[in-house]
Each structure stands twice: as structure tokens, then as C-alpha cells.
């Protein structure tokens, strides 16, 4: 997938255009790891993780990250969402991995 032609509005603001998907954000399946303290989430709630990158947190500004974040909330896609940090989500969701991340970052072309 060519992102810059998927993703225009948002290439346009981000300095590297050669930039690469896992430095934009990434959707990581949340499971049950007792050895680990890495991710506040329940596995049983939250079954995916989201970390949205610099880059697009750069190029979206504080404003529209906050108004992503509330947009991301109320998709009906979750059916559990928290955020932990205004770059990092909890979610549950019947979707693939791949789908929240083309969800995610259409929601990110929209705010541009």
C-alpha cells in the first residue's frame, strides 16, 4: 500500500514522505502477559492496544489529536475504548488489526 497516496492530507504535513506505517502509529494485540508490565490493559477488555506515533500527533497538532481522540471514542467500531494517554489506546473491537489501522489513520486523513 502506497500510504502517500492513500493518506495525501496527512503526507503533506509529515517531514519524511518515505516515512514507513510502524512510524505513524501501531495496533499491537493486547493478551495476557504476567511478566510484563508494559501495557495497563486488560486482555479481556481491551483487546488491541493503539499508539499513535509523533509524527502524526506532529502533523494533527494538540487540537485535532484531542478531537481525534474523542472521534476514535465514539466509533461504533469499539466496543470498549480508554485512553491512557493522549497517544495511547485501549480497544476492543471484532476488527483485524489491519482495519483499525486503516480506521485510524482515515479518521487522522479526515482531521486534516
Known amino acids: 500500500m502506497n500510504l502517500a497516496v ?5 503526507f503533506e504535513k509529515l517531514e519524511d514522505k518515505e516515512i514507513e506505517l510502524r512510524h505513524l502509529l501501531n495496533v499491537d494485540e493486547n493478551y495476557e502477559d504476567y511478566d510484563s508490565e508494559e501495557y495497563e490493559f486488560d486482555h479481556e477488555d481491551y483487546n488491541y492496544v493503539i499508539y499513535i ?17 474523542v472521534k476514535l471514542h465514539d466509533h461504533d467500531t469499539f466496543e470498549n475504548f480508554v485512553a491512557s494517554e493522549m497517544d495511547l489506546y485501549g480497544v476492543k473491537s471484532n476488527l483485524s488489526e489491519e482495519e483499525i489501522v486503516a480506521l485510524t489513520l482515515n479518521l487522522v486523513e479526515e482531521l486534516m
Open 53 to 69: 506515533a509523533d509524527p502524526v500527533k506532529e502533523a494533527l497538532g494538540k487540537e485535532k489529536m484531542e478531537e481525534f481522540m
Open 6 to 10: 492513500k493518506y495525501p492530507k496527512l
